[in-house]
């Protein structure tokens, strides 16, 4: 789940910001967060595009279903599905605000809510509308609940497969929720792009956002599905999109995402601050992450159960792993980023 | 059983109501400073006075149900889901000591893991039973077979033991596997919650441990056998953490505590009250079952405790940085805490923390206050329904008071040299 004692943070920062710093000329760090503006904008801008096509493409499999449109709709789902991983490190400003976040994203789910809240919603005579979809929870807003629609084994043999009407229903309906969060997100963006460059704070919430996306990669996407956490055992179910068998693709996109949207600003600011051999090897393990793919693009359930996919899955664990230190150990001590609680603390 | 009240507790709870008094009083001799050493060391009564009761309780417990064994009468069921409750108040307080004392962590799954899977243990209604994904023991139903086979592992459970039980925990490797502790116990005595959103709790009926032909459901025996296994288990399982924890013993938990590195234990005692307040509590048990609207995230759900669940877990935090404790028997544990040292350093902040963590009790009272109303109760998980703006106002407010109070814990540990708020290195090493 991602950090909420943000939430807090940030209305406290944006009105801080709004009382102060007016028209000051930039300074360093403000053009290091000019940077991350313009290109965290062009992943947003990205997302509400997808989500824009998504939502069409339902709407036209809906009316008149088929083969070749339902594999359209498909791979839309998980175009949009993507460009909303490449964002996902973005753990504070517009994204906080009525938990985007989690409507985007509902994970881990482990009592398969989204499931069960399908199952409700699609056998209930209540018409799905886009104000029921707003007061049913996080479980049903986002990106799981059409992967479950589009992808779920169980669902797709039983009479509510799509284009079943309520299933159709869910289906478009969510689409419009999504893409409507992702064009209001890509606005509140823009608008935030003040109190984002002349509060001094967000320079530390951007630095930590990237470090917690790297260890919740590390750690929840990869150790624990692994089975290199707790009781030792390799279970699929618990990464996210297993559904669809794109839960390592999902961690691709989102290396990726770093890489394009905070890498460039955080190796100029370490190279500033003299530390340019570490900003090469951070570079260097970006690229090694990554070079795992395409090899590793397969269903988690493979890679787990395949001995030689799994040895493909330990290179990537490894590289990101590597990855997570650079950045959380050396990078944060370079930079002087004390690292608090968040909300992966539990269990 | 019989309820140990063993000498040492009662005399550190004298001691430490006498050392306080001094402080206050010209007349006495002048107390000796606070010292982030004699934090420590009192950090460890408190922890060791707040098993003891969780110990007392849990015996209290075993003792109901062994009666609820013996005699299957409505009001043995009853008194038996009141000993449960009791039991809970204190244990609950006790969670703030996991985060960051590996040997409280390490050792909390066996007696409080959740959410479970009930289907393990005794039979369920199939069509409102959701369980973990990927668990094959999620219906394996112990209380039913003699035999269970859980993903390629088959145990023999003609006799219901504790140790069969302990071993029976996360089988199939499925965290959701829970097979004792006191989750267990509650599905034992309330049985599955089929209310969702609406009003009520779980409703056994005391006849499903009857014998000969009033028996319902089955097994009636074999559900005694179980739940006297896993009771006498939770007494055991405490009776050694309060071994950990208690005064003149070279080898246990709490001597290395003291006599390590004195910073890095009140980074632990930092670090529990940080991990506990934000993620577990605001995060894991409240915010995600509100944003989902998801009973199956509720805590207590057999019982509908969750209110009160809740409330010790705040009340643990803020017994942690105050150095007090209310016991069981009503006497009050207290001594240097925290709450001195950072006084000493930051009276503002101190002033301030203290301010948040009465707040966050106020709004965890609130919770509490509407789930136990006589005249028109919210539970837990009527609060979390979809559309319920006042429930999820309750819950909202209680989050955000968490919220509050954690950045001030983090401050605190600045205040107090702790830079690193992160333990050891649990969970990274590779």
């Known amino acids: 789940m991602q950090p909420i004692i ?36 062009s992943g947003y801008d990205l997302l509400a595009e997808e989500t824009t096509q998504l939502a069409e493409h339902a709407s036209s499999y809906c009316t008149a279903p088929d083969e070749q449109l339902r594999a359209q709709l498909e791979q839309h789902w998980r175009d949009a599905f993507m460009a909303w991983q490449q964002v996902r490190f973005v753990d504070f400003g517009p994204v906080e605000n009525n938990n985007l976040a989690w409507q985007f994203q509902f994970w881990p789910d482990p009592k398969n809510l989204v499931a069960r809240k399908a199952g409700y919603l699609t056998n209930s005579d209540q018409p799905i509308t886009a104000d029921l979809i707003e007061q049913s929870g996080v479980a049903v807003q986002g990106f799981p609940m059409l992967e479950y629609l589009l992808f779920d084994e169980a669902l797709s043999n039983s009479k509510n497969a799509l284009p079943a009407p309520h299933s159709c229903a869910l289906l478009t309906t969510v689409t419009r929720h999504i893409a409507e969060n992702s064009k209001q997100l890509s606005d509140d963006w823009h608008s935030f792009k003040t109190p984002y460059l002349n509060t001094e704070a967000y320079q530390v919430s951007t630095l930590k956002s990237a470090m917690a996306a790297l260890e919740i990669l590390e750690e929840k996407r990869l150790a624990k599905p692994m089975g290199l956490r707790g009781n030792g055992k390799r279970n699929p179910y618990i990464t996210d999109a297993w559904r669809s068998g794109t839960s390592a693709l999902s961690v691709e996109a989102t290396l990726r995402g770093l890489q394009q949207h905070f890498l460039p600003e955080f190796l100029k600011l370490l190279e500033q601050k003299g530390e340019a051999p570490l900003a090469q090897r951070i570079q260097r393990q970006f690229e090694a992450a990554l070079d795992n ?55 | 059983m019989t309820a140990l009240f063993r000498p040492a507790p009662l005399a550190i709870t004298i001691a430490a109501t006498l050392s306080t008094g001094c402080a206050f009083t010209n007349t006495a001799a002048q107390p000796e400073p606070v010292t982030k050493a004699s934090v420590v060391t009192h950090y460890a009564d408190v922890a060791h006075a707040n098993y003891q009761d969780a110990l007392i309780t849990a015996k209290a417990l075993d003792k109901a149900t062994d009666q609820l064994i013996a005699n299957p009468t409505e009001a043995n069921l009853q008194a038996a889901k009141e000993a449960w409750l009791a039991a809970r108040v204190p244990y609950q307080q006790t969670e703030v000591f996991r985060f960051g004392n590996t040997v409280v962590d390490d050792w909390e799954g066996q007696l409080n893991a959740w959410p479970l899977d009930e289907g393990l243990i005794d039979y369920v209604k199939a069509d409102d039973y959701q369980y973990e994904l990927g668990n094959a023991g999620a219906t394996a139903n112990i209380i039913g077979n003699t035999r269970v086979n859980v993903g390629g592992e088959t145990l023999d459970t003609t006799v219901l033991t504790p140790e069969l039980l302990a071993n029976l925990n996360e089988i199939g490797g499925s965290e959701a596997n829970v097979a004792t502790g006191y989750h267990a116990v509650e599905f034992l005595l309330w049985g599955q919650d089929q209310h969702g959103f609406e009003q009520g709790a779980g409703e056994r009926p005391v006849t499903d441990y009857a014998t000969g032909s009033d028996c319902t459901n089955g097994n009636c025996e074999r559900r005694g056998e179980y739940l006297d296994a896993v009771t006498d288990l939770l007494v055991t399982d405490l009776e050694w953490m309060v071994a950990q924890w208690a005064p003149g013993n070279e080898n246990n938990y709490r001597s290395e505590l003291t006599n390590g590195d004195v910073n890095e234990a009140v980074q632990k005692m930092l670090f529990g009250m940080g991990s506990l307040s934000l993620g577990e509590l605001a995060g894991e048990r409240m915010k995600v079952a509100l944003e989902a609207n998801s009973y199956e995230d509720e805590h207590d759900c057999f019982s509908d405790n969750t209110h009160n669940s809740h ?14 404790y209310r016991r069981v028997d009503g006497s009050l544990v207290s001594g240097p805490s925290l709450s001195d040292l950072v006084e000493a350093n ?19 009272g609130q919770l509490k206050a509407h789930a136990e109303s006589s005249d028109n109760p919210m ?5 979390i329904a979809p559309g319920n703006t006042e429930g999820a106002q309750i819950v909202n407010n209680a989050i955000m008071a968490l919220v509050e109070q954690t950045g001030s814990i983090e401050q605190a540990a600045r205040q107090l040299g702790i830079e690193a708020l992160s333990p050891d290195d649990a969970g990274h090493a590779f």
């Open chain 1, 6 to 41: 943000r939430a807090f943070c940030a209305s406290t920062l944006a009105v801080a910001a709004s009382l102060s710093f007016a028209d000051a000329p930039m300074d360093g760090p403000q053009n290091t967060r000019a940077g991350w503006h313009a290109a965290i904008q």
């Open chain 1, 293 to 347: 793919f395409p090899g590793a693009d397969r269903p988690m359930a493979t890679l787990l159960s395949d001995d030689n996919a799994f040895r493909t899955l330990q290179g990537l664990y490894v590289d990101v792993s590597q990855l997570t230190t650079l950045f959380n150990d050396q990078a944060a001590v370079a930079l002087g980023v004390v690292r608090g609680f968040n909300s992966s603390d539990g269990d």
């Open chain 2, 311 to 324: 409330y010790y877990n705040g009340q643990g935090i803020q017994n942690v940085y105050t150095g007090t």
């Open chain 2, 346 to 364: 930051n009276p503002e902040l101190d002033a301030r923390l203290n301010a948040q963590l009465d707040a966050s009790m106020k709004a965890l």
């Open chain 2, 379 to 383: 539970a837990f998980d009527t609060m």
